[in-house]
């Protein structure tokens, strides 16, 4: 700040200097001032009234000019309306001379002439709306509007009746001219196409004959081609009409015929769109949507179809016919049958089936039935599709719950009788082992048994159905296509998903099946207990072949092999053979060990309790000095376990893929050996 006032100190120091005298000049300038503002102020207000002035007159013109407008519109209107009933004036006086003369013409021409004025008086009335005069003037407005269509119509029709090309071309030509073609299409509707309707469509004759609706509708098509060539010439519907004649805004086909055809089905035909026999509601629909799209295919150009597919008779067709109520019929009918098989006993498959159990067999047959051409319709392909996997997921549940059931006590004749009686005897006596269920809970006693026999069918079952699931695409397919439906993958997807849940039940039935294999082999295998009692102090003969029991062991996996080769795959029967038979001789081996080593300690307790008496006890040789008791049991268990060995290699199985057969083997060999070496 110093050094701001000593650069320019001069100036501040003259500042108030400088400003002495200033208060006088101001008060110089304000008078000059004041009088140069009155001056603007006047000139401004001279300038408002002029403005004023002018806006009045210009205002007072415009009004002028409006109300010449109404005057001259007026005048127009009574001069069209003049001209109109002159023309008509003339014509009735010259009706005489006309006759003889080209009357269909000149009187197209002449209508021409008064429905051009006319339509000038229609402009010119809706712009003087609200004027005394145009009240007055109206009934004659009315009285021109009367014979106008009067005249129009009775010319169209002789025009139709007559074939007359010219006459239908001019009266067309005239009902656009004065904006009335939907009056033409609706007149042609209900006295043209009307009283045809009514002559085709009869309820009595469609419910007589086998065919009687196809018939109705091939006579509602022959309309089209007989009776409205004419028009379709005129208006540009026809392929051989020329453009430079034709008549534009007009669609017979679509406001005309079409709207005739939906009242009278609506009207006459009320059991048309009953859905309570699915059948024939499925018949007659198909049926009329073929009719819909012949009935398209008349129709002169895409456009038309548009607005044929646009038009309220369309929609209120379609609409009637009831869908969804369709659609609970026949999921009553085809879910109500398959529950009743998921529900009752077990049953075998009808003759011919491919599948072994009715319940199967039903979800197969209501697949196909979801999608065949007797049941599916395109606008239900949503809820048939979301059907198809209900049924998938229910059979699902079924083979789940199933899996739950006990496996029943049957005997080898038990298990030639058919699925449905087994199952039958299984649910009557449910507890049929209770001495053998003690450790059971009380819900798996009240759950019914199942066979091995129904566990193999089931087993079978599935494999022909996942097997079977592709072949459901492929007929699936074309029916979504037909609906423009291209994402194909996505139901794939869904079927793998479904195929996955069927597979995820196969490793619990697998394992269910094997143990019931397992143990229905080792309950005759664990006979292997009772060879000592049938040698001891017996004198039997030397063994020379197996015992009974091994051929009882191996009847399950004969019957499996021999009777169910056709149904099931042959890996599937190996690996339950292969399991069931690890399992079994694991326990066999355990039993033979047992029995040799009580054979082992039954001979060292005679040696001891020889040597304590220093007495010589015979070792139960026969009197012959043949083989000993404990020689013989040892032999006998040899011949079993060899011949139980050859038995697997019979039925294709490698003994050394089952478990413990080779140490089972080893350990009758040794016994076997050791009998050799103490024979004399």
């Not at 053998?436 to 009380?442: K, L, R, Y």
């Not at 050394?656 to 076997?672: G, M």
């Amino acid at each position: 700040m110093v050094e701001l006032i000593n650069k320019d100190y001069a100036d501040f120091v003259n500042l108030s200097t400088n400003l002495v005298g200033m208060d006088k000049a101001l008060n110089q300038l304000s008078v000059p001032l004041g009088q140069l503002r009155e001056e603007v102020m006047s000139l401004k207000l001279c300038v408002s009234e002029g403005i004023r002035a002018v806006d009045e007159r210009i205002s007072k013109q415009e009004d002028i000019r409006r109300k010449k407008m109404c005057v001259l519109r007026l005048i127009q209107v009574i001069q069209s309306v003049e001209k109109i009933e002159k023309i008509l004036h003339s014509q009735s006086s010259k009706e005489l001379s006309l006759l003889e003369a080209n009357r269909p013409l000149l009187t197209g021409q002449i209508l021409e002439r008064i429905a051009t004025e006319f339509n000038q008086l229609q402009f010119h009335a809706v712009q003087s709306k609200g004027m005394p005069l145009l009240d007055k003037v109206r009934p004659r407005i009315a009285g021109i509007t009367a014979m106008l269509q009067q005249s129009l119509e009775g010319l169209l029709l002789e025009g139709l009746q007559t074939s007359n090309v010219d006459i239908v071309r001019h009266c067309l030509r005239t009902y656009a001219t004065i904006d009335k073609t939907r009056d033409a299409e609706a007149l042609v509707g209900q006295i043209l196409v009307k009283p045809y309707v009514d002559e085709v469509i009869v309820e009595q004759y469609v419910q007589s004959h086998p065919n009687g609706l196809q018939a109705m509708y091939n006579k509602l098509l022959e309309f089209v081609p007989h009776h409205c060539r004419l028009l379709r010439e005129v208006t540009g519907g026809a392929m051989s009409s020329e453009k430079a004649n034709t008549v534009p805004g007009y669609d017979f086909l679509v406001n005309s015929v079409w709207p005739e055809i939906v009242r009278g089905l609506e009207e006459k035909l009320p059991s048309l769109f009953n859905p309570g026999n699915p059948d024939v509601f499925h018949e007659k629909y198909t049926i009329s949507m073929d009719f819909i799209q012949r009935f398209e295919r008349q129709c002169g150009s895409q456009a038309s179809v548009k607005r044929l597919r646009l038009h309220p008779a369309y929609h209120s067709f379609n609409n009637k016919w009831n869908l969804p109520v369709y659609f609970q019929i026949r999921f009553r009918e085809v879910a109500g049958a398959l529950e009743a098989a998921l529900s009752d006993s077990l049953e075998e498959a009808p003759a011919g089936s491919s599948y072994c159990l009715l319940a199967t067999h039903l979800v197969w047959v209501s697949l196909l039935k979801c999608w065949s051409d007797h049941m599916f319709l395109p606008l239900l392909a949503h809820r048939l599709w979301k059907f198809t996997l209900q049924i998938l997921a229910r059979y699902s549940v079924f083979i789940n719950e199933l899996l739950l059931r006990p496996i029943s006590n049957e005997s080898a004749k038990d298990n030639k009788k058919s699925v449905a009686t087994s199952s039958k005897e299984s649910s009557v006596n449910p507890n049929l082992s209770e001495d053998q269920g003690n450790g059971t809970s009380p819900e798996t006693q009240r759950l019914p048994s199942i066979s091995n026999t129904q566990l193999v069918y089931v087993a079978a079952d599935l494999d022909r159905l996942k097997e079977q699931l592709p072949e459901l695409l492929e007929i699936i397919k074309p029916k979504l296509e037909m609906i423009g439906f291209k994402n194909i993958s996505c139901i794939t997807g869904a079927l793998e998903d479904s195929q996955a849940s069927l597979s995820a039940s196969m490793p619990t039935l697998n394992n269910k099946i094997i143990q019931d294999l397992s143990e229905s082999c080792f309950s005759c295998l664990k006979s292997a207990l009772e060879v000592p009692r049938h040698y001891r102090r017996t004198n039997k003969e030397v063994p020379t072949k197996a015992s009974s029991y091994v051929d009882n062991a191996l009847k399950p996996f004969y019957r499996l092999q021999n009777e169910y080769k056709d149904m099931l795959k042959q890996p599937r029967i190996h690996q339950w053979l292969e399991s069931a038979l690890s399992e079994s001789t694991q326990k066999y081996y355990e039993t033979v060990s047992d029995v040799l080593s009580s054979v082992k300690k039954m001979e060292e307790s005679l040696k001891r309790l020889k040597q304590a008496r220093k007495t010589v006890i015979p070792n139960h040789v026969s009197s012959n000095g043949g083989m000993s008791d404990d020689n013989k049991i040892r032999l006998q268990l040899a011949l079993d376990v060899e011949y139980f060995g050859d038995q697997m290699q019979k039925m294709g199985l490698q003994t050394s893929n089952i478990k413990s057969f080779s140490a089972l083997l080893e350990l009758v060999i040794a016994a076997k050996d050791q009998t050799t070496v103490e024979q004399p």
